[in-house]
């Protein structure tokens, strides 16, 4: 697992993530020259280092640069790319059968909070009146309270002849060229989590295409919300940790 803090003044909160993420450069508090070269750095992790695939990496970098704009102007100040093994053994002796993808986004928003279980309540209440209504659940995290909520979305866009899937720019799940329109769905897992004595709010988003993926990314969401903590206490592992059973997540039962 992985620490991420929040970056910036003010008081501190942490969290940790598996080490399937790979973070995306959001560019806080870098000059240009070095979030460009965080962003090359990160394509060529991602694509590899091959000639052929720079046209890939300029894209990526590109892309995710343009991208990390809006975020950090909406409060963003986490990003990671998920890759996950679905599928195989622990040990490998039998390789995954697929590899699925999704991304994390971490977000800071104001926030009136005259208590978090008020926030939350209300919280619940829009979310569930909101024309993506989805799935609201109010839940208790070793954090405070919070609520998940769970929605879809349909992508549409245009292709012309002879262009792929611009969400598989390898072409690597079908390689079979694409023109006209095309559509994919994506489903969205949300926590959303009032600060415990701060007018802010804390709003975790695990975004994915592989919609058939839905239960594997809320038990990796439940696992990342249960290890936020506030302040300048860091999460911390009692030292049977290794043999005590988990207790259940309120997001995995969920």
């Known amino acids: 697992m992985t620490a991420a803090p929040e970056p910036g003044p003010g008081p501190a909160f942490r969290f940790q993530v598996q080490p399937e993420f790979h973070e995306i450069p959001l560019g806080i508090d870098a000059d240009p020259a070095a979030f460009d070269e965080q962003l090359r750095g990160f394509a060529r992790d991602y694509w590899g280092d091959a000639e052929e ?3 890939l990496r300029r894209l990526m970098a590109a892309l995710y640069g343009v991208t990390a ?7 963003a100040v986490y990003q990671a790319l998920g890759v996950f093994p679905i599928g195989g053994t622990a040990d490998e002796t039998e390789p995954p059968e697929r590899y699925s993808r999704a991304t994390l986004t971490v977000s800071v928003r104001e926030l009136e909070n005259p208590d978090p279980h008020v926030s939350a309540a209300g919280i619940a209440e829009v979310l569930d009146k909101s024309a993506e209504s989805g799935e609201v659940q109010p839940i208790v995290l070793p954090a405070g309270p919070a609520v998940v909520h769970i929605a879809g979305t349909r992508a549409v866009w245009d292709l012309p002849a002879q262009s792929g899937d611009p969400c ?5 799940a079908d390689p079979a060229p694409a023109e006209g329109e095309q559509e994919r769905f994506f489903v969205r897992i949300e ?14 988003c695990l975004s994915t295409p592989d919609t058939q993926d839905l239960f594997h990314y809320q038990a990796v969401l ?5 290890t936020i903590t506030f302040g300048d206490q860091a999460p911390t592992a009692s030292a049977d940790a290794a043999t005590a059973k988990p207790a259940a997540s309120p997001i995995a039962a969920y």
């Open 53 to 55: 695939l720079d046209p």
């Open 69 to 75: 704009q809006d975020l950090t102007a909406g409060g």
């Open 168 to 172: 598989d720019p390898a072409g690597a």
């Open 191 to 204: 926590v959303w989590l009032p600060f415990p004595d701060e007018d802010r709010l804390l709003l975790l």
């Open 222 to 226: 439940a696992d990342i919300a249960d």
